[in-house]
């Protein structure tokens, strides 16, 4: 459907793609992108769309509804993305002209539902500026979850979890995207001199050793990536690799490793150490053959198909599961997901993830260490999981970090069974972890 070098274009189609589940954003974006032929300019612009209409699609469709005679459920689904991306380039993009913003969707219309979905749209179009937006007052999860745009259900799990005031800022958080976050597999003082010299800024992470957040114009081209001198990891996920803390001579299972940032971690750290005994495994073949080529060739390095679920007859010092969940802890980079997941999906990973807790429990050495993380806010994943699993593996207790372990302040992330980090108050993704040590 693309018309080459259109931004426009390739956010609609990257839009249908995600309605279809057909593929997550990045990659449908990435797909529409290389078949159109966009230059980088025009890749961000049709990233910041297809991000924006995403993260803001109940408020835009909140926006919208009253336009349409027939209501949002008889509008076509390709006619309904024209709508929403002209909507988000006119109510929250101040740079793009109007009428290029209006003339842009009545040609997309025209071309995905004829002559008809182009009258429809320019009508619309046409009549939303002259409509006030009106949003939805009060703390209920109805209200918030409109003009914050995520479903009722999960802002109702937000304002229970943090109160009315600080749901709001956590789902706001939601709506932002979120920092480019890296670290130094080598010495950060030189990685730090040379991105400064090619021109990037560089914040220092508030916890994770050797990391920042970078802002570059084009960080993958410069000659620092180009020699691995930096890898992009998320605060968070880093500070899971931390909380694992390998030590010389250990043997390590990473059983849920794909897509690799932290065996890539994990590697990073060891090879530090001269020294290197890990096992990262998945349950997709693809996935792990991917992760084959994301490691390379590392001596005492294994990659294995295994599901986490399955019982593995092997012992280690170290495991890490980081198991699969719901991901809502990064919606800041993946907004599709709020419109995925339910209720019923989170409490079916959580079966899952009660399962393979006590798998990999099961590999661990008397005295040794099992880290379960999730990248996610739920209860249920987190918390829920340690709680059931404690009670009924009582030769298993917590091993929390000291708040100045590893000289990282653990102290205003941990809570009683873990770690949590938030986004809107860490500025990282939203992750539950805890380390749990196997009695000698």
């Known amino acids: 459907m693309s018309r080459p070098g259109s931004a426009r274009d390739v956010a609609l189609d990257t839009l249908r793609a995600v309605d279809a589940r057909e593929a997550f ?31 803001q699609q109940r408020r835009l469709d909140h926006r919208l509804a009253p336009l349409l005679r027939r209501g949002l459920e008889a509008t076509a689904p ?44 320019n009508a619309v179009l046409r009549a939303l500026p002259q409509t006030p937006e ?3 007052e009060g703390e209920t999860p109805e209200a ?24 709001e800022a ?25 991105l400064t010299a090619e021109g990037a800024t560089l914040t220092p992470c508030a916890f994770a050793p050797g990391a920042w957040h970078l802002e570059h114009r084009a960080p993958f081209a410069t000659a620092a990536f180009a020699e691995g001198l930096f890898r992009v990891q998320d605060e968070a996920a880093q500070l899971v690799v931390h909380l694992l803390a390998p030590q010389p001579g250990d043997r390590l299972w990473d059983a849920c490793a794909a897509p690799g940032g932290k065996s890539q971690h994990i590697v990073d750290l060891a090879h530090a150490a001269g020294r290197l005994a890990l096992l990262s495994t998945d349950a997709h073949p693809g996935k792990v053959r991917r992760l084959a ?92 999981i340690v709680e059931a699993f404690l009670r009924d593996r009582p030769e298993f207790a917590l091993d929390l970090p000291s708040p100045g372990e590893g000289g990282i302040d653990w102290g205003p992330l941990l809570g009683p069974l873990g770690i949590f980090t938030w986004p809107h108050r860490h500025d990282m993704d939203g992750f539950f972890a805890t380390r749990l040590r196997r009695k000698a």
């Open 144 to 167: 918030v979850g409109v003009r914050l745009s995520h479903p009722d259900w999960l802002a109702a799990l937000a304002i229970d979890r943090l109160g009315p005031a600080e749901a």
């Open 134 to 136: 009106t949003l939805p």
């Open 293 to 384: 080529e994301t490691l390379g060739r590392v001596t005492g390095l294994e990659t294995a198909v295994h599901d986490a679920g399955e019982p593995l007859e092997r012992t280690f010092d170290r495991v890490l599961l980081d198991a699969p969940c719901s991901g809502l802890g990064t919606l800041r980079r993946h907004p599709e997901i709020r419109w995925r997941r339910t209720p019923e999906s989170v409490a079916e990973l959580a079966a899952a993830q009660a399962v393979m807790i006590r798998r990999c429990a099961d590999t661990v050495r008397p005295g040794g260490t099992l880290v379960y993380s999730v990248c996610t806010l739920t209860e249920a994943e987190g918390p829920a």
């Open 170 to 194: 956590l789902l706001a958080a939601h709506n932002r995207p979120a920092p480019l976050t890296v670290r130094a597999p080598g010495d950060p003082a030189a990685t730090a001199a040379r």
């Open 25 to 55: 954003l990045q990659q449908a974006l990435e797909s529409a992108a290389q078949k159109a032929g966009l230059d980088p300019r025009d890749r961000g612009l049709a990233l910041e769309l297809t991000s924006g209409v995403l993260r």
């Open 78 to 121: 390709a006619v309904l993305n024209v709508l929403r991306l002209a909507a988000y380039q006119l109510g929250f993009m101040d740079r793009v002209p109007a009428r290029a913003a209006v003339h842009e969707a009545v040609v997309q219309a025209r071309m995905v539902a004829g002559e008809g979905g182009a009258r429809l749209v």
